[in-house]
T-cell receptor, first 113, second 114 residues
Framework: AQSVSQHNHHVILSEAASLELGCNYSYGGTVNLFWYVQYPGQHLQLLLK??????LVKGIKGFEAEFIKSKFSFNLRKPSVQWSDTAEYFC???????????FGTGTRLTVIP | DAGVIQSPRHEVTEMGQEVTLRCKPISGHNSLFWYRQTMMRGLELLIY????????DSGMPEDRFSAKMPNASFSTLKIQPSEPRDSAVYFC????????????FGSGTRLTVV
């Protein structure tokens, strides 16, 4: 069965610190990869996505993610976080051609001013 | 486009009552998903529809839960009878072309069963 692992449950950073959130998945076929962000009290919003091509994907608000196929990973990064990045971040994986996505359990990011 | 619209935003009900949550997907999207989010269990897929047909309802917790999609622009999730452990935020999401293109989520319905 497919699974998505986000090993960091809660990350606390000071403003301007660099961020990297881990995401690993277990599926050997062709996948589509996503990061969603959920700000406090709000719904999930798409941050960035990878379908094919350049494994380094740039998203909104300065976020980027790198797909490393050999490691089954799609880690999210941001060079300098802001207080407004405080949110929960979800990694999701979809099998190409399938209808549904598999979500990780989420990583809560708290940025201290 | 108004996005995925869910109603109500908040629902407080007594144990044993019937609860109906509503969702209007983005026009033209052919897949619709119902998720439940709790602190303990995170984001759980309950059921999803493709072209109004239920494809996978294995995530529906028990017979008290049912979902319908009578047409391409409307879906309901019903809980009857409701129990306190059903308290959660219920999200609806829609997509065009399946998972490959990602989902657009609605704002969710926060359900509290007392």
């Amino acid at each position: 069965a497919q699974s998505v692992s986000q090993h960091n449950h809660h990350v606390i950073l000071s403003e301007a610190a660099s961020l990297e959130l881990g995401c690993n998945y277990s599926y050997g076929g062709t996948v589509n990869l996503f990061w969603y962000v959920q700000y406090p009290g709000q719904h999930l919003q798409l941050l960035l996505k990878y379908f094919s091509g350049d494994p380094l994907v740039k998203g909104i608000k300065g976020f980027e993610a790198e797909f490393i196929k050999s490691k089954f990973s799609f880690n999210l990064r941001k060079p300098s976080v802001q207080w407004s990045d405080t949110a929960e971040y979800f990694c999701a994986v979809g099998q190409t051609g399938a209808n549904n996505l598999f979500f990780g359990t989420g990583t809560r990011l708290t940025v201290i001013p | 486009d108004a996005g995925v619209i869910q109603s109500p935003r908040h629902e407080v009900t007594e144990m044993g009552q019937e609860v109906t949550l509503r969702c209007k997907p983005i026009s033209g999207h052919n897949s619709l998903f119902w998720y439940r989010q709790t602190m303990m269990r995170g984001l759980e897929l309950l059921i999803y529809f493709n072209n109004n047909v239920p494809i996978d309802d294995s995530g529906m917790p028990e017979d008290r839960f049912s979902a319908k999609m009578p047409n391409a622009s409307f879906s309901t999730l019903k809980i009857q009878p409701s129990e306190p452990r059903d308290s959660a935020v219920y999200f609806c999401a829609s997509s065009l072309g399946g998972a490959a293109y990602g989902y657009t989520f609605g704002s969710g319905t926060r359900l509290t069963v007392v």
